[in-house]
């Protein structure tokens, strides 16, 4: 069973940085795609960003492209997302999320494992 839990988020003005990372714990010895997901109040969750099990990307939203950047770890078992150039738009709660095998995209409903979430807030 793998456990995920998020840190990072916090509150900064429009422009600023934050930086998220999820640790991972519980991994068997199996290829993992792990990925960011937000969802905003009022809206459908969205994916962010996708990083396959070998750490290429497979997949970042049109809406944050040039802006995040996604990175593994395999050794800590840990995901980031560098966040830059943050917008109002970008306040969401963040999920990491991991799925087993080595498929790997922005779709939500194929990730089994979840983590609880940490909230971004950007001021204008």
């Known amino acids: 069973q793998v456990q995920l839990v998020e840190s990072g988020g916090g509150s900064v003005q429009a422009g600023g940085s934050l930086r998220l990372s999820c640790a991972a714990f519980?991994?068997?010895?199996?290829?993992?795609?792990m990925g960011w997901f937000r969802q905003a109040p009022g809206k459908e969750r969205e994916g962010v960003a996708a990083v396959y099990h070998g750490g290429g990307l497979a997949g970042l939203a049109a809406s944050v492209k040039g802006r995040f950047t996604v990175s593994r770890d395999n050794a800590k078992n840990t995901l980031s997302l560098q966040m830059n150039s943050l917008k109002p738009d970008d306040t969401a709660m963040y999920y990491c999320?991991?799925?087993?095998?080595?498929?790997?995209?922005?779709?939500?409903?194929?990730?089994?494992?979840w983590g609880p979430g940490t909230q971004v807030t950007v001021s204008s």
């Open positions: 519980g991994y068997a010895y199996s290829p993992y795609c």
């Open positions: 999320a991991a799925r087993a095998g080595w498929s790997c995209d922005l779709e939500a409903n194929e990730y089994q494992y």
